[in-house]
Structure formats: C-alpha cells, structure tokens
C-alpha cells in the first residue's frame, strides 16, 4: 500500500510495495510537462513544485496502473481487454463515467466525420 | 500570477466580491486573442474550445475556428470540480481529439443544449485574465495518449490497446489529477497555507480520496492481512 509517511525525496515511489507490478521500467518525468499544465488548470500555481509534479505523477501512474490490472483480470474472463472493462471499473464513479461515455461517443462522431470529409474530398478532386 | 482569483478558491471563499478588474463582455475578446499563442503541445485542438465561445462574438483572429467543427457536446468533469468551481458546472467539450486536427467539417451537429452553452459564455465573459488562463490551462491540458499508451502496454503485456481505451483512460487519470489538486487545495485552505501545493498535502489528499473510496484498493490479494 502507498505508504504516506515515504520520505520527501521526489524519487520514492508510491505503492513500490509490490515489486510484480513495478516490473517495468519507471521513466522518470514522463506526464510531467503535461502534468504541470494539467495541476495549474485544477488549482495549484503557475508553476507547481517539481516534487509535487513527481508526487503526483507517481500517484496517478498507480492508479492507472491499478485500473489496468483490474481491468485485465476482468477483461481475462472475457478473452481480451477492451474498453468495457475500464468502464465497468469505474461505474461507480459517476463523473468519470459520464466523461468517459462522452470521450467515446466523441471520438465515434469524429471518426464519422472524418470519413465524411474524406468522401467529401474525393468528389472534390474527381469533379474538379 | 496572483492566487486570489482563482474559481476554486473563489468558490471556497464564498466570493463576496467579484474581482474589481473584470470587465463585462470585454474580458473574453481580450482573452481570446490573447490565447492565440498556443501552449505549444496543443496547436490546433485548443481552438475549438474558444470556437464553441467565440460563435457570437465573430472572433476573426482564429486560424482554424472556420473549420473546427469540434464537438460542443457539454461533458462533465471531476464531481468535485464541479461542486467546488461555479464556473465550471457546466459541462463542456475537452480536446482530447488531437490526432485528427488537420480538417474537420464546419456542418457538425452539436448537441450541446443551447441554454447551458449561453450560461457558460455569460460565465466565461466575466472572467479575469488569470482565471481565463487557468481555465485556459484545465481545458487544453490532457496526458500524452503515446505515453499512456506505452504504459499500458507496458502494465497489461498486451500489445493490443485500442485507442479508444487510450483516450479514456487519459480522460479519467485526467480526472484522477483533478481531484487530487483541488482535494489538496482544500486541505491547504484547511491548514490556511497558501503558495504551491506542496506534497504533503498531496499526500493528505490522497489519504482523504483513499477513505472517501475514490481511490481503488491495490489488485493483489495480499495474504495474512
């Protein structure tokens, strides 16, 4: 379990208690630069500390990593992972839900409209 | 950048005043043709957000707000964002489609309900220039999906992750942060500190989601626990 009182050092990781799932190689600073941004817009400084940047990070990289290895073992049941299982991990958080439905059917409507635009286009070129 | 207008800390403060430098309606032009100069890692996406604003006020100096047709479907963020932020309990588009920003059609059929869309606009309008940057900021910002992507592959072994599992898990690790930060943010205001988050409060947020549930517990079953 992440252990709350881990020293300062922005190097610790949290949840590193599980040496199976930290088998990977742990890049350092990977969503930083996003993260920075991402931490400003939801509240923290202009230019939030780089170890609360790697805090963060770590954390969010648990729980992603958490979801995944949920997901997957509901997903093995299955046969193969799919988005479902993310879904169903997350069906009691309703804003996550909510956003997670939406992101979908957006990225369907863009697709569509993609392939409108390129019909769109081969007539264009045809014609002309 | 001062602190004090930010729409979380307004909202926790129970804003009594209106911030005295916010012009009515003025605000969002300026704005606006002041975000022309783009993060950087967001070029085109960022646009359709103020595409979605700049409808009725014609801004010209957008490149591509011709073209974006971007989704003005309303979404809905971190529940505690919501609660905590008058400004942003509405919902609203995010710009998570940047792998197909070059064209997109003008004739997109939005399903955004005109009346939220009017409130976040009459909202958006009043905005500081600060809390215009960091709504600026909450919106464009979004993990990179290549990274997410080599991290899941790298945690599940499987090769085969498909892009829409990509974009979501982004947009709920996105979500994750968010709560994270304001939950943080409150503790900051509990303990009346002020400045950059720093990571014990981190730590007492994470500490707080993990009793409040938000946070899943560790898959391993662990023996003699």
């Not at chain 1, 939801?42 to 963060?56: I, K």
Request: charged share 30%; proline share 6%; aromatic share 6%.
């Amino acid at each position: 379990m992440s252990n709350p009182s881990t020293g300062t050092s922005s190097k610790s990781k949290v949840g590193s208690s599980q040496p199976s799932e930290t088998s990977f190689k742990r890049k350092r600073g990977v969503f930083q630069k996003d993260l920075q941004h991402m931490m400003y817009g939801f509240g923290d400084d202009p230019n939030p500390l780089p170890e609360t940047v790697s805090l963060v990070e770590d954390i969010v990289v648990e729980y992603v990593t958490d979801l995944a290895h949920k997901a997957q073992d509901i997903g093995s049941k299955r046969g193969k992972l799919s988005v479902e299982d993310f879904l169903y991990l997350i069906r009691k958080d309703l804003p996550k839900l909510n956003r997670s439905t939406e992101l979908l059917s957006m990225q369907e409507e863009l697709k569509q409209a993609r392939k409108a635009f390129e019909v769109d286009e081969e007539k264009l070129g045809t014609t002309e | 950048m001062k602190q004090s207008k930010d729409p979380f800390e307004a909202a926790l403060e129970e804003q009594e005043e209106s911030p005295p430098d916010s012009p009515i309606g003025q605000d969002e032009l300026d704005s606006q043709t002041q975000n022309q100069t783009p993060t950087g890692h967001h070029t085109l996406v960022d646009d359709d957000d103020y595409d979605e604003i700049g409808t009725n006020t014609n801004n010209p100096s957008h490149p591509s707000s011709n073209s974006t047709p971007m989704l003005l479907t309303p979404s809905v963020n971190a529940n505690v964002a919501s609660a905590a932020a008058a400004s942003k309990n509405k919902e609203y588009d995010d710009d998570e489609e940047e792998e197909n920003v070059d064209v997109e059609l003008g004739k997109f059929p939005s399903s955004a309900d005109p009346a939220k869309m009017a409130k976040m606009q009459a909202i958006l309008s009043q905005f500081t220039e600060d809390q215009m940057s960091r709504y600026e900021s909450f919106r464009r910002s979004a993990l990179q999906k290549s990274n997410m992507r080599r991290l899941l592959v790298s945690i599940t072994g499987s090769q085969k992750i498909s892009l829409p599992m990509t974009i979501v898990v982004c947009g709920i690790a996105k979500m994750y942060v968010g709560e994270l930060v304001e939950t943080a943010r409150m503790v900051m205001t509990e303990r009346k500190e002020s400045g950059p988050i720093r990571p014990c409060h981190i730590r007492e947020a994470y500490r707080r989601l993990k009793l409040e549930g938000k946070v899943p517990k560790k898959s391993v079953q662990r023996l003699f626990h």
